[in-house]
C-alpha cells in the first residue's frame, strides 16, 4: 500500500488479472473482434451531441429522477421532453434527423407527445386534450387519462382507469371514441405500453403491478389485454413486453399475421410467438414458445419494451436491466444477447434507418442497435451453426453470406431431377442470384415427366406464386403464353402486378394485341410507343392529355402527318385539338389549316360521288 493509502498495481499485473479473468469465463461472455458484437450488431451506445445543448444544465443534473415522467418518445422521428427553466414551463421538441433543430415552446401540460412523423404535438392537461402546432382540435374529459399513445399516424390511444378510446386527427368535431373496458386483472397496473396492428384491429395493453400477496411469485407481475375489434373480445395474457408482426412465409400466398409476447415468472421466462387472423389456404403457422435467459446477475431482470425489425423479420427484445435479446420471428432462434445499457431503456421505437430499435435510458441516453447485414449470415452460420436460420433470413431480408449454400442447394435439387424443390431455391434466392438466363435455360431444357408439368412451368409457378416476375423472366413467360394464345393469362398477371414491364414485354406484345401492349407501354412509360398505340387504335384524343400529363414533347406537325396519311378525318380531328388547345396552338395554324382544308375538301367529292 502506498503511504497516501491507496493500493497500486502494476500494468503487467493488471493484465495478468484480466488474462485470468478471460480464460475462466464462459465463452458466450467473451467479447472479441472475430464474435460477438463486431459480428453480429452495431450497438452505438453514446449522448447524442445535441444533448447538452438541448436541455438545460438543470434538468440534465434532475433527469434520472424525472425522466420517466417528462420525457416522450413515439418514434425515430422526434423527442419531446417537458422541463422549467426560470420558473417557466416549456416543451423542448428535438428532431433526431437534424440535430440543431430543437424547437422550445413556453407550454404548460400534464404530458406530451409528438406525432410520430409530422411536426403536430397532443398535449394532455388535468382534464384536458388537445392538438397544437397545427390547432387542429380539442376535447374536455371526463375521466383521467393514465396513459396515452400515438397508435398510427392518424389516432391517440387513450386509456383510463376503466376503459381505451381512440382519438382520431383527421374528424375534427368527433370526441374519442370507446374501444373497450380495461380487463379486471389490470386493475391497479401501471399502463406502460399500447399497441395496435396497422388495420387496428387487434390490439394490446401491457400492464405490470407488484406481487406482495404471492412471495413465492416473480415480484413484478406483467399483464396484458389482448382485444380484437372484429370480434369484440378480450383474452388476459400474463406478460411484461409485446408486438405484432407480419412475415411473408415461404408457400403462403398471403403475409402471416403474428402476435409476439415474453414474460417472466418465478419459474422462467419465455418469449411467444402465435398466429392471429389466419388466412386459408395458407397453412396454420405452428406457435413458439422459447425460453429467454437471463444471467444469474439479473435474478430481477425481466422483459420491458419489444419492437420486430420487418425487413428482418428480427424481435428485439429489451429488459429493465439493459440487456437486449435478438430472436428470428419465423423461428424463435435465439440470435444474440448482451448487455448494452447500465440504465434501465425505459421507452423504445423502431429505428427505420437501420431496420433495428432505438431507445432512451434512465440517463437520457439514446441508443441504437440493428444487426450488420455483412455479417450476420456468416456469424449466424458459424457462431450459431443454424445452416436453416441462415437460408431463411438471407431469402427474407436479400442479405449476402449464404450465396454459396443456395448454388450448392438448387445443383443438388436440380441434378436430381427434383426440379419443383430446385425451382424454390432458385425463387427464393436472395438478391435473386439464381434468377439468371442461365437458370431459366436449365429449366428449358430439363425433360418434362409423364404426365407432369414441365419444370420451366413449374419454375415460373412459383415465382408467380412469390410475386414479381423480373425483367427477363417476364419476358421469357410472356413469349410460349402468347404463342399459345392464352394472352388472358398475361392481362390476369398484369392486373396483379406479377410482371415487370418494359418496352421490350410491350414489342412482343404488341405482335399480339395492341391494347394489351398498350397498358404495358404506360406501365413502363414508354411515351413514343404509347403515343404509336394511340395512333394505332384511333384513340387520338388522349395524345395531347397523356404528353401533357408526362412531360413528354412529340414532333406534333409530323404526327398529325402520320395520321393524314392513315385516317384523314382523324387528322382532321387531331388538327383541331392541336390548334385549340387551351395553352395556344401546339402546330402552326396555317400547316394545320392546311390539312384541315384539304380534310374537308376530300370528304366534300366523296359525298359527292
Known amino acids: 500500500m502506498a503511504s497516501d493509502g491507496v493500493y497500486s498495481v502494476t500494468l503487467d499485473e493488471a ?10 469465463m464462459s465463452v458466450k461472455y467473451k467479447e472479441t473482434s472475430l464474435s460477438g458484437l463486431a459480428k453480429t450488431v452495431k450497438i452505438p451506445l453514446s449522448v447524442p451531441a445535441w444533448f447538452d445543448r438541448s436541455i438545460t444544465r438543470d434538468l440534465a443534473q434532475q433527469l434520472t429522477r424525472i425522466i420517466l415522467q417528462t420525457l416522450t418518445f413515439e418514434s425515430d422521428h422526434f423527442i419531446c421532453v417537458r422541463e422549467k427553466v426560470n420558473e417557466q414551463n416549456q416543451v423542448v421538441i428535438i428532431d433526431l434527423t437534424d440535430a440543431n433543430n430543437v424547437l422550445r415552446r413556453p407550454i404548460s401540460a400534464d404530458s406530451a407527445i409528438m406525432h410520430p412523423k409530422q411536426k403536430i404535438l397532443a398535449l394532455k392537461g388535468t382534464s384536458s386534450l388537445q392538438f397544437c402546432l397545427l390547432k387542429v382540435k380539442s376535447h374536455v374529459n371526463n375521466e383521467d387519462v393514465v396513459f396515452w399513445k400515438w397508435v398510427s399516424d392518424n ?29 379486471p386483472t389490470l386493475v391497479g397496473a401501471q399502463i406502460i405500453n399500447y399497441r395496435a396492428t396497422p388495420d387496428e384491429k387487434w390490439l ?68 411467444h410467438v402465435v398466429e392471429i387472423d389466419h388466412t386459408a389456404p395458407d397453412p396454420p403457422f405452428t406457435k413458439k414458445a422459447v425460453d429467454v435467459y437471463f444471467p444469474p446477475e439479473a435474478t430481477n431482470d425481466f422483459p420491458v419494451a419489444m419492437q420486430v425489425s420487418k425487413k428482418h423479420g428480427i424481435i428485439y427484445l429489451v429488459t429493465k436491466y439493459g440487456f437486449i435479446h435478438l430472436y428470428d420471428l419465423e423461428s424463435g432462434a435465439c440470435v444474440y444477447m448482451n448487455r448494452i445499457s447500465g440504465e434501465t431503456i425505459f421507452v423504445t421505437a423502431e429505428h427505420e434507418a437501420t431496420n433495428g430499435i432505438i431507445g432512451v435510458n434512465k440517463k437520457g441516453q439514446v441508443l441504437s442497435v440493428n444487426v450488420d447485414e455483412q455479417t450476420v449470415i456468416p456469424y449466424i452460420l458459424t457462431t450459431l451453426n443454424n445452416t436453416d436460420l441462415a437460408f431463411k433470413l438471407a431469402s427474407r431480408a436479400n442479405l449476402p453470406g449464404a450465396d454459396d449454400l443456395y448454388v450448392q442447394q438448387y445443383q443438388t435439387l436440380f441434378q436430381s431431377g427434383q426440379y419443383g424443390e430446385a425451382a424454390k431455391v432458385a425463387a427464393n434466392s436472395p438478391r435473386g442470384i439464381l434468377r439468371t438466363v442461365a437458370v431459366i435455360e436449365s429449366f428449358k431444357q430439363a425433360p418434362t415427366p409423364p404426365g407432369g408439368l414441365s419444370p420451366i412451368l413449374q419454375y415460373f409457378g412459383i415465382l408467380l406464386e412469390k410475386g414479381e416476375l423480373n425483367h427477363l423472366e417476364s419476358l421469357e413467360l410472356a413469349r410460349p403464353v402468347l404463342q399459345q394464345g392464352r394472352k388472358q393469362l398475361l392481362e390476369k398477371w398484369l392486373k396483379e402486378n406479377k410482371l415487370s414491364c418494359s418496352e421490350e414485354l410491350g414489342d412482343i406484345v404488341r405482335l399480339h394485341d395492341m391494347t394489351l401492349a398498350l397498358s404495358v407501354y404506360l406501365r413502363a412509360n414508354v411515351p413514343n410507343k404509347v403515343i404509336a398505340c394511340f395512333v394505332e387504335t384511333g384513340q387520338t384524343d ?7 400529363k408526362v412531360g413528354h414533347h412529340p414532333d406534333y406537325a409530323a404526327l398529325l402527318q402520320h395520321i393524314m396519311r392513315t385516317n384523314s378525318e382523324k387528322g382532321a380531328e387531331f388538327a383541331t385539338q392541336l390548334v385549340n388547345d387551351e395553352t395556344g396552338p401546339l402546330i402552326d395554324i396555317e400547316r394545320a389549316s392546311l390539312f384541315i382544308s384539304n380534310s374537308q375538301a376530300i370528304s366534300y367529292v366523296f359525298d359527292r360521288l
Open 15 to 24: 493484465i495478468e488479472a484480466m488474462r485470468l479473468t478471460a480464460q475462466d
Open 155 to 183: 389516432t391517440i390511444g387513450l386509456v383510463t382507469e376503466t376503459a381505451v378510446y381512440h382519438w382520431t386527427l383527421s374528424d375534427g368535431t368527433s370526441p374519442p371514441q370507446k374501444i373497450f373496458d380495461r380487463h
Open 204 to 271: 394490446v395493453l401491457v400492464g405490470i403491478s407488484g406481487n406482495p400477496a404471492n412471495p413465492s411469485a416473480f415480484k413484478v407481475k406483467g399483464s396484458m389485454q389482448l382485444y380484437s375489434r372484429d370480434r369484440g373480445v378480450s383474452q388476459p395474457i400474463e406478460g411484461h413486453a409485446a408486438s405484432f408482426a407480419e412475415i411473408k412465409l415461404d408457400g403462403h400466398q398471403e403475409p402471416t399475421k403474428l402476435f409476439t409476447f415474453a414474460v417472466r415468472t418465478a419459474t422462467g421466462a419465455k418469449l
Open 542 to 548: 388522349k395524345i395531347v392529355l397523356y404528353s401533357k
